[in-house]
């Protein structure tokens, strides 16, 4: 099932907020409903989120929208996902906005593909797997990067099971990743977030594979409670890697400079319109943590997999 297509000069997005247990479509006709899709995570994920933001950005082209106003609104949708900047400016670069959006859409999968068969290289047989977040087909337009490492190595027919943490606020590990793994056959097992270090410690993990919405210099930005499950790792010698399409490498800048995204904090007070904390409750509601350098084995890439930098 693809997160997006395109079909009539309208932009499909599979509504990630009501996964699993509903599948419907939300139909995009203006870069502005690109925009609301992105910001309240119709669409998520670093490469799904890029190239959503090239269709929407299309949308903008073929209304006769001020292309520039509407390159930048898109932008503040997200501040860290890179691939968001990365997407809106190749779009901006182009002569056929959207012959480059569909050829980036195309890309999205080979890329996937390609860091899944690089990635398997590091999986043995018998492994478990613990992953945060989601990083898997629903991230991107198909396939996945941390999870699309375990699909190759399922498919070479490495006999490995997966560990999903929940991932608090949203349940992305929970309602996603899980999912995604049942799909498979893949065996998974969900847990808490508060749960992984133990795991660790028991000798029941051995791998970790994440993603990214940024790579830079010093480390990587992921899902807040990356760091958390990085530190416990490095703590019990398993290794850690983070799978990242180079479109989510950014050269320029430290990955201590770049905007952290706070959100609603209606997220953290409960879930589902259940309220666990008085509404008056003062919140941080960080989506992104940084993972240094230091505390990554690898990162995999379509090309391979490289030592941080």
């Not at 859409?105 to 996937?112: A, I, K, L, R, V």
């Not at 760091?227 to 800048?253: I, W």
Request: hydrophobic share 45%.
């Amino acid at each position: 099932m693809k997160t997006m297509y395109w079909k009539d000069d309208l932009l499909y997005l599979l509504d990630q907020t009501i996964l699993p247990h509903e599948t419907e479509y939300l139909v995009c006709g203006s870069y502005q409903d690109v925009i609301t899709a992105i910001k309240t995570m119709v669409v998520r994920g670093a490469p799904a989120i890029g190239v959503a933001a090239a269709f929407g950005m299309v949308l903008a082209y073929l209304a006769d929208e001020d292309m520039e106003k509407a390159a930048q609104e898109m932008k503040d949708a997200r501040p860290t996902a890179v691939n968001l900047f990365w997407a809106v400016d190749r779009i901006m670069a182009s002569d056929d906005p959207l012959k480059e959006a569909l050829l980036m859409y195309e890309e999205d999968m080979d890329t996937n593909r390609s860091m899944g068969r690089h990635g398997a290289e590091v999986i043995d047989d018998g492994d478990t797997i613990l992953t945060h977040c989601n990083a898997g087909a629903l991230a991107c337009v198909d396939y996945g990067t941390a999870l699309g490492v375990i699909r190759a190595a399922n498919a070479e027919g490495k006999n490995i099971s997966v560990v999903c943490d929940e991932t608090r606020p949203v349940l992305q590990g929970a309602r996603l990743s899980v999912w995604e793994m049942q799909q498979e056959n893949i065996p998974v097992k969900l847990i808490v977030d508060g749960a992984a270090g133990r795991l660790m410690q028991e000798g029941a993990i051995n791998k970790v594979v994440i993603g990214a919405d940024r790579v830079a210099k010093g480390g990587v930005a992921n899902k807040i409670g990356s760091l958390m499950v990085a530190l416990a790792a490095k703590r019990f010698n398993v290794p850690f890697y983070v799978a990242a399409p180079k479109s989510t490498f950014d050269y320029e800048n430290s990955i201590y400079d770049i905007e952290i995204e706070e959100r609603d904090p209606v997220e953290v007070l409960g879930f589902a319109g259940c309220f666990a904390a008085p509404l008056t409750t003062e919140v941080r509601n960080p989506s992104f943590d940084v993972v240094p350098s230091d505390l990554i084995t690898g990162i995999i890439t379509e090309d391979g997999i490289l030592e941080p930098f």
